[in-house]
């Protein structure tokens, strides 16, 4: 991967080279940091970077960085700016990824989240699929259990609590299944190890509630808001046995990672007829036609980056974007 040229860290754009740390820095030794996994998408049509739904990544980042007791010095308003100020500097013409990170930057020894100085770091890198067959993903049922609220908040994205996400995922990996599917505590499905879940039953669509352990998606809550409004699904929010997704007609995760990707076998049984199934395939077009700036109603949801100042030339064509 490709290093960024730039940093947004502790409160100004620097070279890339001066966004750095100690080993001894709390969060990399504890885990004690809370992340967002933010979008842009490239429109050439529009010359345009749309950085999707940010004050709603970055609200929820802060609240985040409340479970783990820290106060940001920046605001919603001012990361949103920051983010747009970095991507402007790295004069991005085609689809991003951008990590804020929010940790504990004493370089001190002792466990615990009191009196302790959180810094704060954006960077971001040109990103095309997270996963490479978004149509037709093969899931296994994780024998790892989804954290639970008892031990660290799986409502917020805490740095720590994705060595829970990294077992599931590359067990799965290494067994030859693409994506884990992780239950909780109580045996119900709670989530991918990086995604929310739904299933679709009878022209109407589940997902798992809040309180089964989930983080809470903004594009799960972008999803709902889609399957209600444009394409009249009703959407229930419920626990999920894990013997309905053997008799569900289709299954998807979505994500800002994944973005809206079908899952089409779990443990080698067909999900429905064993393809990506109408729901999932219309959800898809549509949810990339907002992101990319291609369905008027949504601007709410997309953030210009260039809008005042013009996208940068680059020499030649824009460079190929690999998401749909
Ligand atoms: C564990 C987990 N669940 C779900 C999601 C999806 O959340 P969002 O839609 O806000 O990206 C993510 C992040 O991508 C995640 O890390």
């Known amino acids: 991967m490709a290093l960024p040229r730039h940093a947004f860290f502790r409160g100004r754009v620097v070279p890339y080279s001066e966004a750095r740390v100690g080993v001894l820095t709390h969060a990399l030794n504890y885990g004690t940091g809370v992340f967002a996994g933010i979008r842009a998408y490239w429109s050439a049509e529009q010359q345009e970077l749309f950085v999707f739904r940010p004050r709603d990544h970055f609200q929820r980042f802060v609240e985040s960085a409340r479970l783990l007791d820290m106060t940001l010095p920046e605001s919603v308003e001012t990361l949103t700016e920051a983010l747009v100020r970095l991507l402007r500097a790295e004069l991005y013409r085609e689809d991003c990824y951008a990590r804020p990170l ?8 002792g466990v615990r989240l009191h009196n302790l100085t959180p810094a704060v770091s954006i960077v971001a890198i040109p990103y095309g699929r997270y996963v490479d067959n978004d149509e037709s993903i093969h899931a296994t049922i994780s024998s790892w259990r989804r954290i639970d ?13 994705y060595v829970n996400s ?23 499905v709670s989530e991918a190890s990086a995604a929310n879940f739904f299933l679709v039953k009878n022209d109407s669509a589940v997902t798992p509630p809040v309180t089964d352990n989930v983080l809470e998606g ?11 409004k444009e394409l009249g699904v009703p959407v229930f929010e419920r626990s999920i046995d894990r013997t ?5 007609d289709e299954v998807f995760l979505c994500g800002t990672g994944v973005q809206v990707a079908a ?5 080698h049984r067909p999900i429905g007829s064993g393809r990506m199934g ?5 959800l898809r077009e549509l949810y990339f036609d907002i992101v990319r700036g291609r369905r008027a109603g949504y601007d709410h949801w997309r953030h210009p980056v260039y809008a005042e100042a013009p996208a940068p030339a680059r020499d030649g064509a824009d460079r190929a974007s690999t998401t749909s």
């Open 149 to 161: 609220d008892t031990m660290i908040p799986p409502r917020g994205k805490i740095a720590g609590a």
């Open 218 to 228: 903004i594009t799960r809550r972008t999803v709902m808001e889609l399957l209600r």
């Open 102 to 109: 929010a940790f504990y930057a004493d370089e001190s020894i």
């Open 166 to 188: 990294a077992f599931a995922k590359t067990d799965a990996q290494r067994a030859g299944f693409d994506e884990a599917i992780v239950l909780n505590q109580d045996g119900h």
């Open 244 to 248: 309905e997704i053997t008799l569900a």
């Open 278 to 282: 109408p729901a999932v395939a219309a």
């Open 263 to 267: 899952i089409t076998r779990v443990d």
